[in-house]
Nanobody, 124 residues
Framework: QVTLVESGGELVQAGGSLRLSCTAS????????MGWFRQAPGKEREFVAA????????WYAEAVKGRFTISRDSAENTVYLQMNGMKPEDTAVYYC?????????????????WGQGTQVTVSS
């Protein structure tokens, strides 16, 4: 069993930066692929970024590539999402998720554990 707790969401101006954190409790944190998803009002949950258990592989949605960076600290059981050059369309609730395996990791299905979400609002 893995419990995920996100933090760091807040109101930020367009062009600004924000770092989200997701701390995992439970064993074998390094066994899990960790992902970030987001969901805006009235829209489906969408993939943002993912990172392999070792941290050696990362994946990004086209909409955030070059602006967002995912990383993990195994000693702290924490995964981060550094967001730079933020845009109003980045406004959403951001969720952290964990799964085993890399198959279809851009889709929410297959992720076994989810956090409660943290609100990010980007003002224009």
């Amino acid at each position: 069993q893995v419990t995920l707790v996100e933090s760091g969401g807040e109101l930020v101006q367009a062009g600004g930066s924000l770092r989200l954190s997701c701390t995992a409790s439970g064993r074998s944190f390094s066994n899990y692929v960790m992902g970030w998803f987001r969901q805006a009002p009235g829209k489906e949950r969408e993939f943002v970024a993912a990172i392999s258990g070792s941290g050696g592989n990362t994946w990004y949605a086209e909409a955030v590539k070059g602006r967002f960076t995912i990383s993990r600290d195994s000693a702290e059981n924490t995964v981060y999402l550094q967001m730079n050059g933020m845009k109003p369309e980045d406004t959403a609730v951001y969720y952290c998720a964990a799964r085993t395996g890399w198959y279809n990791l851009r889709f929410p299905t297959g992720y076994e554990y989810w956090g409660q979400g943290t609100q990010v609002t980007v003002s224009s």
